[in-house]
């Protein structure tokens, strides 16, 4: 196969007009002329081209090889305890190329968890070469939440039209939407740093409708109620199935901090409750029971796909139905998608499912790991909170706003593509489960966002031993007592069925072992 490589320069991205006034702005500092601005702006970079596809399968397929002489260094930082123990210093980055790394051991590394599913596009993808030509361009960074800039607000038009599955050429639905104050319409975009601080966000605007921000605000629609948030629950009905960032309050959704929630739910703060995955008669009798008296479920918080645990997949009829009785009852939704977006055609996954979130969470995958930048899309109904209520200093980053753009471009023009290697990766691992049924209880995820099950611990760890003496990334998750023993795997979308045949073939000479 052969991905599509969208040629594009600033101009094109960015709109000749922002350009114009970009290139008068440095020929007035005297930076350069404007002939040189001018060179820079409209340079046409190849995105993906076929000579870099290529090169690709070639180092994929040469894993394992030691391709330079060992960096030798005594260099451990300063990390905590639990970093150290953690740290795998031989794999530790030299540079890298598409989906391999260059380890300091001078060997080469397969991404098969994408580095840990921030690089969607692998390592040096050519389409980011415009960060650079941004960079020497002028065109700056940091900017203040009051002063956002150009190529922000534009990417948070473009997310808004993508989110809503609008045409490009549609400005009219467009300015519709974005003036819409209708319930499951998304059009609000808070620029911010990290995953954790977008769902919490999120959880913020949920809280507001039982808490007042400050004494400002008028009372809240539900005070006087308890919030309960529903999550989803492990297969032991506990609490640790979810993951949604590492502030406390999501920490507690997971069973972390248990003295302080255990004062806090007894205070009448708040409430978590579990709902078994893919039961909606649990989900039914939830959402009922915790919609009387004294409570008040204030959200509905998944992933679909929850590769935090084994990557278990929501099933589309069940999500259907529990988004269903979310709206009967008055009960907002949010859709975490860090791990999710941009592995999938349409770059939301939420898309294949036919749903309406009232939150969606967006990052690592949109900028490629170029910078830390997340989003939460939300609704008019949900823009509750004032802009002190949820904004980070540096989340309207100019350039993290521009490697948006480049990965969105480039993701729209291979959708087809995204959707045939996620298929052939998922069918190649569902015949692997079936003819290694003896050691593989299921397989599970969706597309290239993938998990194998195994009966027991010992053997999911003696496979990724295995795999990763191979040097193909991927990971044993053990270490939940309530999650089936399972190994991830998350290959960039950028591989083509020769580099997946690489993960494969790996998996498949590790389970014969077995």
Not at 158 to 180: I, Q
Request: aromatic share 10%; proline share 4%.
């Amino acid at each position: 196969m052969k991905f599509n490589s969208p040629k594009k320069s600033l101009s094109d991205l960015l709109g000749k007009d922002y350009i114009e006034s970009v290139v008068s702005g440095v020929e007035a500092f005297g930076l350069m002329s404007r002939e040189e601005a001018l060179k820079i702006a409209n340079e046409k970079v190849d995105f993906y081209p076929e000579e870099a596809q290529k090169k690709n399968e070639e180092f994929a397929k040469r894993a394992g090889e030691q391709l330079i002489p060992t960096f030798k260094n005594d260099n451990d930082g300063a990390a905590t305890n639990s970093f150290k123990k953690a740290f795998h210093k031989d794999s530790a980055p030299v540079t890298g190329f598409g989906c391999v790394r260059l380890g300091e051991d001078g060997r080469l590394y397969l991404i098969g968890k994408s580095e840990h599913y921030h690089v969607p596009f692998g390592h040096r993808f050519g389409g980011y070469k415009l960060l650079e030509n941004a960079h020497k361009l002028g065109i700056l960074n940091p900017t203040h939440n009051n002063t956002r800039g150009y190529v922000t607000r534009l990417l948070e038009r473009e997310m808004v039209r993508t989110a809503n599955g609008l045409s490009r050429d549609d400005k009219e639905g467009l300015e519709k939407v974005l003036a819409s104050t209708e319930p499951k319409v998304l059009n609000r975009v808070i620029n911010l740093e990290t995953g954790s601080v977008a769902c919490e966000a999120g959880f913020k605007m949920m809280l507001a409708r039982f808490y007042r921000l400050d004494k400002s605000f008028q009372e809240a629609k539900y005070e006087g109620k308890i919030p309960v948030f529903l999550v989803n629950g492990d297969i032991d009905g506990g609490i640790e199935a979810n993951y949604h960032g590492t502030s406390i309050l999501a920490q507690t959704f997971r069973n972390l901090w248990p003295g302080y929630y255990e004062k806090a739910e007894k205070a009448g703060l708040y409430k978590i409750v579990p709902v078994m995955l893919n039961d909606i008669d649990d989900f039914r009798a939830k959402i009922e029971k915790y919609n009387t008296g004294d409570y008040k479920t204030a959200g509905y918080i998944h992933e679909i796909v929850l590769m935090n645990y084994g990557g278990i997949r929501l099933t589309r009829e069940y999500l259907q139905e529990a988004y269903k009785l979310c709206a009967e009852y008055d009960t907002p939704t949010m859709d975490d998608e860090i791990q999710s977006c941009m592995w999938y055609p349409g770059m939301y996954l939420y898309h294949l499912y036919d749903i309406k979130p009232d939150f969606v969470i967006v990052g690592k995958g949109f900028p490629g790991g170029e910078y830390p930048a997340s989003k939460i899309l939300t609704t008019a109904e949900m823009d509750i909170l004032n802009q002190f209520g949820a904004l980070v200093t540096n989340g309207q980053e100019e350039l993290a706003s521009l490697s948006y753009l480049i990965t969105m471009e480039f993701s729209q023009a291979n959708s087809e593509n995204i959707a045939e290697i996620g298929d052939y990766f998922e069918s190649s691992l569902r015949k692997l489960g079936e003819k290694y049924s003896d050691v593989v209880s299921k397989v599970e995820g969706e597309g290239l966002l993938a998990s194998i099950h195994f009966h027991d611990v010992d053997t999911a760890a003696r496979c990724a031993k295995l795999v990763n003496g191979k040097y193909i990334d991927t990971s044993a998750q053990l270490y939940k007592v309530n999650c089936p023993p399972a190994i991830l795997l998350k290959p960039p979308v950028t591989s083509t069925k020769v580099i997946l045949d690489v993960i494969i073939n790996a998996l498949s000479e590790a389970l014969e072992q077995l």
